[in-house]
């Protein structure tokens, strides 16, 4: 990759992967939300929500492993503030994937009258186990770029 390019297209792919995860928290919230206050009853998402929400972890994939892959993380100015901010988005995006899963398996299967078929538990296991690594992938971005923006040490 040329320098001159890499700041901008680490820009393209970091904005990439917050559209994609900012998408996956509008379409998945909602139900999650339905969860939360009706535990241990069946909550169906759409077909065409389950397409979206792995579309959106693919996405989130694909940016992050092209980004990792041949783009090295550039920070435009250094700004301890900003680095802050970073550290934390990482941490809060991470976060809600793992409140989602933690109630899920935790709360709201055991709940359940009847548990689902095995081939229906291995998808939907699938499924959140992709799209958690997916926002555990883009928290270590934000944390890269925290880094990179973090003041270097006075001597």
């Not at 339905?34 to 397409?51: A, P, R």
């Not at 892959?69 to 901010?85: D, E, I, K, S």
Request: charged residues 15%; positive net charge; hydrophobic residues 55%.
């Amino acid at each position: 990759m040329l320098r001159g390019s890499s700041g901008a297209m680490y820009a393209m792919l970091l904005a990439g992967q917050t559209a994609a995860a900012s998408a996956l928290f509008w379409i998945v919230f909602p139900w999650f939300r339905k969860v939360i206050t009706h535990i241990g009853e069946k909550h169906e998402l759409q077909l065409s929500q389950h397409i979206a929400i792995m579309a959106c972890a693919a996405l989130l994939h694909g940016f992050y492993w092209s980004r990792l892959r041949w783009v090295p993380v550039v920070a435009p100015f250094q700004n301890v503030v900003l680095a802050h901010l970073c550290s934390f988005w990482s941490r809060v995006s991470f976060f809600f994937g793992g409140a989602l899963f933690s109630t899920l398996f935790f709360r709201h299967l055991p709940e359940l009258d009847a548990l689902p078929s095995f081939g229906r538990f291995a998808l939907g296991l699938f499924e959140i186990v992709t799209v958690l690594f997916a926002l555990f992938c883009y928290s270590q971005d934000l944390e890269r770029l925290a880094k990179a923006l973090e003041e270097q040490p006075r001597r």
